[in-house]
């Protein structure tokens, strides 16, 4: 089994909708990032949550929500989805060990269309 | 803010050459570096994590080197074979909580490796 993973792996939905995209993993890490990428602006950060108390603005979160339930999983809310949040979104997750790096794990990723 | 920029955005050589990606970042207060590789429509797969108080790390035919003061970062590959064909992204981080924050990304250089 996959140690990032993401759901749905594809959504198609309406202008206006609520969408809510989900990130599980099982490394154990505290952790959790969301980005989305877009064709020829590369990926960007949109929240990061170093624990479940702990939930910071990534540089795009304006029209996004995040939700820590638990250590292992990280949600991503559209409140009113619009077209230009189409994009491909992933999830990652990374352990923070003193002089270990922080390498960060991505999750295979969640196309979202938004009609 | 932090930029990256990624040069070539595009390169074509034939197998067995030995071949040279470029990095650049505008802030040298980074946490890390890190080089993933992303095939088509897939997710990102980590290669190389290089820490700030490094200067390179080495994984089989891949070697990453790191000059935080000037703000620069190489990928070698050694010996391309088709199967390296793919996007290959640089990505760093800031400072946070003790250890990196999220990631900033360049955009990528496509490497298409001849047969």
């Known amino acids: 089994d996959a140690d990032v993973t993401q759901t749905p792996r594809n959504r198609i939905t309406k202008t206006g909708k609520r969408i809510m995209l989900e990130c599980s993993q099982t490394?154990?890490?505290?952790?959790m990032y969301w980005y989305r990428q877009d064709p020829g602006l590369g990926l960007r950060l949109i929240y990061y949550s170093f624990d479940v108390k702990d939930i910071n603005k990534g540089e795009i979160s304006d029209g996004y929500s995040v939700s820590r339930q638990a250590q292992a999983k990280f949600s991503l809310s559209l409140e009113s989805a619009i077209p230009n949040q189409t994009a491909l979104y992933f999830c990652?997750?990374?352990?923070?060990?003193?002089?270990?790096?922080?390498?960060?794990?991505f999750g295979p990723g969640t196309r979202l269309t938004v009609l | 803010k932090q930029e990256v920029t990624q040069i070539p955005a595009a390169l074509s050589v034939p197998e067995g050459e030995n071949l040279v990606l470029n990095c650049s970042f505008t802030d040298s207060a980074i946490y890390n570096l890190q080089w993933f590789r992303q095939d088509p429509g897939k997710g990102l797969t980590s290669l190389l994590l290089i820490q700030s108080s490094q200067r390179e790390q080495t994984s089989g035919r891949l070697n990453a080197s790191l000059d935080k003061s000037s703000g620069r970062s190489t990928l070698y590959i050694a010996a391309s074979q088709p199967g390296d064909s793919a996007t290959y992204l640089c990505?760093?981080?800031?400072?946070?909580?003790?250890?990196?924050?999220?990631?900033?990304f360049g955009k990528g250089t496509h490497l298409i490796i001849q047969p």
């Open positions: 990652a997750t990374s352990d923070f060990t003193q002089g270990a790096g922080d390498t960060q794990y």
């Open positions: 490394k154990g890490h505290d952790r």
């Open positions: 990505a760093v981080s800031g400072y946070s909580g003790g250890g990196a924050d999220g990631l900033t």
